[in-house]
């Protein structure tokens, strides 16, 4: 079988720093990868650095990802070009993790966010551009008014994107069942008041999960869904929600573990994924070293099960998780002094053990 090709960006700020621990350890694991690694976004040259990626891109088996501040630009291409419309987003407790609650054993849930709507299509402008459309609102029982100053927000759900985030979903849960899991899906949006677009994205859920009878089903308001994320993280499974909210609760559900370095996440389309971490570029700490790079590395470890190497990706999650239960090298956010190489080394160090 012919090497795989992965796409490197390391992406902004403090990001490739996470990134050079991650292909420390990814070296290591000596794999049938060819990486074809991007320079950081600040030495990115416009248009042209950015055509090469879309190409290489194009010519790769999956991308690991960085974050990015705006300098590295293809993550646009990524997400609406390669259409990877299901963000899958794990929060999973292990010994080690400095996490705030009182008992975080058991937590392990995953958020999957649809990726390419919502408001996330950018679509905005002066409120009085919609005028022409005679808007009424159900809640004021009236005309809009478009006199006043200022902005609008489009909000978009599709039946395309709803269904297929939903049935993908539902096969994650069944995958996860199939494994011990708990076999269940879980949907929330804020369906009582937008009861026409989150009502629609509930209405399509319920009809793709009624397809999967092995599976149990439930839905709550958005906002008593964040209660629990916080109250009772252990009875989450899988959970499908539309864009916004799904950017917003994994941040919470990552807190629940203890914080957004040990977040990871792919982006998934029908024929194409990218890998990378949930937390953004952390420009306060660029250059110091010091960056958690455990959201790369887990990200990395999805990256590798969605080539097809399984047992290469439960070395790299294993020795991550015994770097934790260990506890002796430790980065600064949880708790140790340890710097962001030396966290790569001691990963490197339990791949055999």
């Known amino acids: 079988m012919a090497n795989r090709k992965v796409v490197v960006l390391p992406g902004d700020d403090a990001a490739p720093e996470a990134m050079e621990a991650t292909m420390e350890v990814l070296g ?67 010994p080690g993790y400095k996490s705030p609650m009182a ?16 408001l996330y299509l950018g679509l905005e402008g002066p409120l009085h551009d919609l005028a022409p459309l005679k808007l009424q609102s159900r809640i004021l029982r009236g005309p809009l008014d478009t006199s006043q100053t200022g902005i609008y927000a489009i ?35 804020k369906y009582n008041m937008l009861r026409e677009a989150d009502g629609f994205f509930r209405k399509i859920v319920e009809e793709t999960a009624a397809n999967y009878p092995e599976l149990k089903y439930e839905q709550f308001i958005v906002d008593d869904f964040a209660r629990r994320v916080v109250a009772s993280p252990h009875e989450l499974d899988v959970v499908v929600m539309p864009n916004l909210y799904g950017d917003i609760l994994s941040d919470a559900a990552a807190g629940t573990i203890g914080g957004l370095g040990l977040a990871p996440s792919g982006c998934y389309g029908d024929d194409y994924a990218y890998f990378e971490s949930v937390h953004g570029t952390a420009p306060d700490i660029m250059g110091m070293g010091i960056i958690n790079p455990t959201a790369t590395m887990l990200s990395a470890a999805l990256m590798l099960e969605y080539l097809g190497l399984e047992d290469a990706a439960k070395r790299f999650e294993a020795a991550v998780r015994k770097v934790y239960a260990d506890g002796r090298v430790l980065t600064p956010d949880q708790g140790g002094k340890a710097r962001t190489m030396e966290f790569a080394r001691a990963v490197v160090a339990n791949l055999q053990g």
């Open 103 to 118: 008992h975080p054993e058991g937590i392990d849930f995953v958020i999957v966010r649809e990726n390419i709507e919502d």
């Open 28 to 94: 290591a694991l000596e794999l049938p990868i060819d990486y074809l690694e991007f320079p950081p976004g600040d030495q990115w040259v416009r248009g042209e650095t950015d055509a090469r990626a879309r190409k290489a891109i194009d010519e790769s088996d999956t991308t690991l990802f960085g974050s990015t501040s705006g300098k590295t630009t293809s993550i646009g291409y990524l997400r609406w070009g390669k259409q990877t419309y299901a963000n899958v987003r794990p929060a999973k407790w292990s």
């Open 155 to 189: 909000k978009v759900i599709t039946e395309r994107n709803t269904r297929r985030v939903a049935d993908f979903a539902c096969k994650l849960a069944l995958k996860r069942k199939r494994a011990g899991g708990k076999g269940k899906l879980t949907c929330t949006s």
